[in-house]
């Protein structure tokens, strides 16, 4: 697909030649970027035109994003139970998600930086021995996240443990 001669800005308004714009590579596909130039460089130093937009606490946020990462953090903590994460996370974005919140909280609770099993220390990631989707909608994010369900494992590590230690798989 070529790339078109003029375009608008979706910052300014104005139909532009297409000179007038930065590109950017995707995937081998050559695109120009949503703001041109001259709106690109009114930006401050070091801001890049996609994280202009702002949170509704007035700082500064990814134009994907809803909020900033201390908003969001903030909403993640209003959930207690996994029933509040189905209830609310699943609907909107699915299964996986929700569960990125009970293993972030898990992640900050443990500060081991070794493989529990092989003692791998490069890159290691938190494992519930039990299931996080195995639980009832009524039990909290905190029983889940227990030390006793709680392994720290290196990819490698975890990778064997979900699948040897799998009946179904």
């Not at 709106?39 to 801001?47: A, D, I, L, M």
């Not at 946020?61 to 509040?84: A, P, V």
């Amino acid at each position: 697909m070529a790339i078109p001669n003029f375009k608008f800005c979706s910052k300014c308004g104005e139909k532009k030649h297409k000179s007038e714009y930065h590109t950017r590579k995707d995937r081998g596909h050559i695109y120009l970027k949503s703001y041109c130039k001259k709106c690109c460089n009114n930006n401050k130093k070091g801001e890049y035109c996609y994280q202009k937009d702002e949170c509704n606490c007035g700082a500064k946020k990814c134009k994907k994003s809803k909020c900033c990462k201390k908003c969001r953090s903030i909403e993640q903590t209003k959930y207690e139970t996994i029933g509040d994460l189905r209830n609310h996370f699943i609907k909107k974005y699915g299964p996986a998600y929700a569960y990125n919140v009970v293993r972030d909280r898990a992640r900050k609770l443990n500060k081991e930086t070794k493989c529990q099993k092989c003692g791998y220390d490069k890159h290691v990631e938190v494992c519930h021995i039990k299931p996080i989707s195995s639980f009832s909608d009524d039990t909290t994010i905190e029983t889940v996240n227990q030390s006793e369900n709680i392994l720290i494992l290196c990819p490698n590590c975890h990778w064997e443990f979900d699948h040897i230690n799998d009946p179904h798989g």
